[in-house]
Antibody, heavy 118, light 108 residues
Framework: EVQLVQSGAEVKKPGESLKISCKGS????????IGWVRQMPGKGLEWMGI????????RYSPSLQGQVTISADKSISTAYLQWSSLKASDTAMYYC???????????WGQGTLVTVSS | DIQMTQSPSSLSASVGDTVTITCRAS??????LAWYQQKPGKVPNLLIY???TLQSGVPSRFSGSGSGTDFTLTISSLQPEDVATYYC??????????FGPGTKVDIK
């Protein structure tokens, strides 16, 4: 069974750093792109970027380039999303998601809620 | 960057009604279009990919059509469990696999 299991909810202060994770299982982790999707409170889905764990090829949404870093450690089948300096506007639910061979997102993680507040 | 729009932004329909949601891309994306359903407080779920291919396990009352810039999602015979927000997504143009703004569907 394909599963994407994300790390737990985080509460951080503005200016702090953070790295959240997404562990894949039940499939060949290195053979599928993993994307990250942001959903701010009460808002829609926003595509952030995507990584191919097989060679770490990473593509960012132009609107978010430079604000986050996406990485992966294929030895432990885990993808990451990190911030060096959080802002209150980073408060959101973050989903990791597997891109199917056909191109759409076929599996989603359960989501990681990030709250940034002073 | 390709922009996606959806209409309407929300709708209310009766059980058994046929519901149609429209998605438009700012430029042609062939059939690289997916539809997702997100129920309140839940993770999104893939309904349709390649504009018209039903994902395994999705009820046949859901259907999709379109190509190029204009797409539709149709729910025939709306059910109470279909209350959700529906999003289209373009997956033609890496790196930005843009989502539409969503259409919220309620029961009247």
């Amino acid at each position: 069974e394909v599963q994407l299991v994300q790390s737990g909810a985080e509460v951080k202060k503005p200016g702090e750093s953070l790295k959240i994770s997404c562990k894949g299982s039940g499939y060949s982790f290195t053979s599928y792109w993993i994307g990250w999707v942001r959903q701010m409170p009460g808002k829609g889905l926003e595509w952030m970027g995507i990584i191919y764990p097989g060679d770490s090829d990473t593509r960012y949404s132009p609107s978010l380039q430079g604000q986050v870093t996406i990485s992966a450690d294929k030895s432990i089948s885990t993808a990451y999303l990190q911030w060096s300096s959080l802002k209150a506007s980073d408060t959101a639910m973050y989903y990791c998601a597997r891109r199917a061979v056909a191109g759409a997102i076929d599996y989603w993680g359960q989501g990681t809620l990030v709250t940034v507040s002073s | 960057d390709i922009q996606m729009t959806q209409s309407p932004s929300s709708l209310s329909a009766s059980v058994g009604d046929t519901v149609t949601i429209t998605c438009r891309a700012s430029q042609g994306i062939s059939n690289y279009l997916a539809w997702y359903q997100q129920k309140p407080g839940k993770v999104p779920n893939l309904l349709i990919y390649a504009a018209s291919t039903l994902q395994s396990g999705v009820p046949s009352r859901f259907s999709g059509s379109g190509s190029g810039t204009d797409f539709t999602l149709t729910i025939s015979s709306l059910q109470p469990e279909d209350v959700a927000t529906y999003y289209c997504q373009n997956y033609n143009s890496a790196p930005s696999f843009t989502f539409g703004p969503g259409t919220k569907v309620d029961i009247k």
